[in-house]
């Protein structure tokens, strides 16, 4: 593509050196641009591409976006506001719109983003559509297929629109469903993106460190339905306490479908309960009663399936279909996934403090009168470190024994977190409390504390495979490590 071409409907200041080069690419990180690139000169928190524009054209980049004009190099310069919202709109120009030719839904909120995203797909593909995912495991073309690795929850302008692009064209796939993270959305990663429909699970903290507040993170989030046109739908949980003020972000002729269980919604659960192998409910809609049974567990379980349903219902997907779709899945990787069972080991991904009541309250429904509910976990490095002790005293409060450890500490001191932690407890009882720093050896400990009638929470990391240190990222994965602890147990 002639670079004229794809900076036609491009607003941009001023055009530098302007000569009309081919441009085969799109890139962001010197290191990695190909001969015949643009590169794009984004301001990060600690570096700035237009720092390292010489190092891209000695890789090859035959032209800049630029903020700010870069002195003593020969290629044209394109000369924008922000190039960290525009790479958006070139990366839209360059692969021809991708998004306009599929049924694209966005799924956004703090906690089940991910499960959701599998049970549409699973829906979709129940009625006879195939459908791909794209979110915090990667991306994949069918529920059946591997994960392909994703950098981030949602990837880079560049990155989306290719595998946007090569979905449609390459694999003929009409349908993605996919996860939108705040992040994405204030950073404008999803700029271009067409959606048919959008869908927001909860809103709860996490992510201060980057949006400060629960407002900005609100309207970070409230960005996807925003940009709803007339003709797509938004399902919205009207149960979370910001459930009525997205329902407000909504336009004109979007379709609007609510769920929930304690407030009158078009999409509902009753009549709940649950075991140790899932939940049941009554689901109604339009004066309808369908029965449910789920091998998924928790009540986060039922929001997530109710904001499935109420998205197939938008697609005009028959609710019998839907549910025979979820009544058949077993979760989601590291989505309380149990790993064993005697004593009861479930991994969790829960890194908020939402998150972590959600899956304790869950796990207390399944634990034995004559057992104990164990929960190990920690927090991250380098992120809002208010909701620490938070987590502690939810930890505390809703669990028997807790260990606390490390999870991806990142650049601080993984004992400076701890003691974070700590200060959200009432006490320290060395009987209901353990501090262990080593993540392995936590969960080695349970060998000599869980019995064979205990349920215990693995929180923090799910299905992730790597903890980041301050120097290095080491493979680890919380259930592999649990396996081999109670290797031999009854699994």
């Known amino acids: 593509m002639k670079l004229d071409e794809l900076i036609e409907y491009l607003k941009y200041k001023d055009l530098i050196n302007f000569k009309n080069v081919e441009i085969s690419g799109i890139s962001y990180n010197s290191k990695t641009t190909k001969q015949g690139d643009?590169?794009?000169?984004?301001?990060?928190?600690?570096?700035?591409?237009?720092?390292?524009?010489?190092?891209?054209?000695?890789?090859?980049?035959?032209?800049?976006?630029?903020?700010?004009?870069?002195?003593?190099?020969?290629?044209?310069?394109?000369?924008v506001a922000s190039t960290k919202y525009q790479i958006a709109d070139i990366a839209d120009r360059?692969?021809?719109?991708?998004?306009?030719?599929?049924?694209?839904?966005?799924?956004?909120?703090?906690?089940g983003k991910t499960t959701v995203t599998h049970l549409i797909q699973k829906i979709l593909e129940e009625n006879n559509q195939k459908c791909a995912l794209i979110g915090t495991l990667g991306y994949k073309l069918s529920s059946t297929s591997e994960y392909r690795n994703a950098k981030h929850t949602t990837p880079q302008a560049p990155e989306l629109q290719a595998t946007l692009r090569m979905i449609k064209?390459?694999?003929?796939?009409?349908?993605?469903?996919?996860?939108?993270?705040?992040?994405?959305?204030?950073?404008?990663?999803?700029?271009?993106?067409?959606?048919?429909?959008?869908?927001?699970?909860?809103?709860?903290?996490?992510?201060?460190?980057?949006?400060?507040?629960?407002?900005?993170?609100?309207?970070?989030?409230?960005?996807?339905?925003?940009?709803?046109?007339e003709g797509n739908f938004a399902i919205i949980n009207i149960d979370d306490e910001y459930g009525e003020r997205f329902l407000n972000e909504v336009p004109e002729g979007v379709l609007k479908l609510t769920y929930g269980v304690k407030n009158s919604a078009d999409v509902m659960a009753k009549n709940i309960s649950f075991s140790p192998n899932g939940a049941e409910f009554t689901l109604t809609y339009k004066n309808e009663e369908y029965s449910v049974n789920l091998h998924m567990n928790g009540m986060f379980s039922?929001?997530?399936?109710?904001?499935?349903?109420?998205?197939?219902?938008?697609?005009?997907?028959?609710?019998?279909?839907?549910?025979?779709?979820?009544?058949?899945?077993?979760?989601?990787?590291?989505r309380f996934e149990v790993v064993n069972k005697k004593p009861l080991v479930i991994v969790d991904y829960a890194h908020t403090p939402d998150g972590l009541e959600n899956v304790l309250?869950?796990?207390?429904?399944?634990?034995?009168?004559?057992?104990?509910?164990?929960?190990?976990?920690?927090?991250?490095?380098?992120?809002?470190?208010?909701?620490?002790p938070k987590m502690g005293a939810i930890a505390q409060q809703l669990s028997d024994r807790i260990i606390i450890t490390s999870d991806n500490p990142r650049s601080e001191n993984p004992q400076q977190i701890i003691t974070d932690i700590i200060a959200g407890l009432k006490s320290v009882d060395p009987e209901t409390v353990t501090v262990e720093p080593d993540r392995k050896e936590a969960i080695g400990l349970l060998k000599t504390i869980a019995s064979n009638n205990d349920v215990v929470i693995i929180a923090g990391k799910g299905h992730e495979d790597y903890q980041i240190l301050k120097d290095k990222t080491i493979h680890f994965d919380d259930r592999e490590e649990a396996r081999k602890v109670f290797a031999g147990s009854v699994i």
């Open 94 to 111: 360059f692969y021809s719109s991708p998004s306009k030719g599929i049924n694209l839904i966005g799924i956004t909120g703090t906690n």
């Open 38 to 79: 643009i590169f794009v000169c984004l301001i990060g928190e600690h570096t700035d591409g237009h720092e390292y524009a010489q190092m891209a054209i000695d890789n090859g980049a035959v032209a800049l976006l630029v903020e700010r004009k870069v002195e003593d190099v020969n290629v044209p310069q394109v000369q």
């Open 361 to 388: 309250k869950t796990a207390r429904e399944i634990t034995p009168s004559n057992g104990k509910l164990i929960c190990v976990f920690g927090c991250g490095g380098d992120r809002d470190a208010t909701k620490r």
């Open 169 to 229: 064209d390459i694999e003929k796939i009409d349908n993605v469903v996919m996860e939108v993270s705040s992040h994405a959305l204030e950073q404008n990663r999803v700029g271009g993106c067409r959606f048919n429909g959008a869908v927001f699970t909860n809103l709860t903290q996490d992510h201060l460190d980057y949006h400060i507040t629960m407002e900005n993170y609100f309207k970070a989030k409230a960005l996807l339905f925003q940009r709803l046109e």
């Open 302 to 334: 039922v929001y997530n399936v109710l904001a499935a349903i109420a998205s197939s219902v938008a697609m005009g997907i028959d609710i019998n279909i839907a549910l025979n779709a979820l009544q058949n899945v077993h979760g989601v990787a590291g």
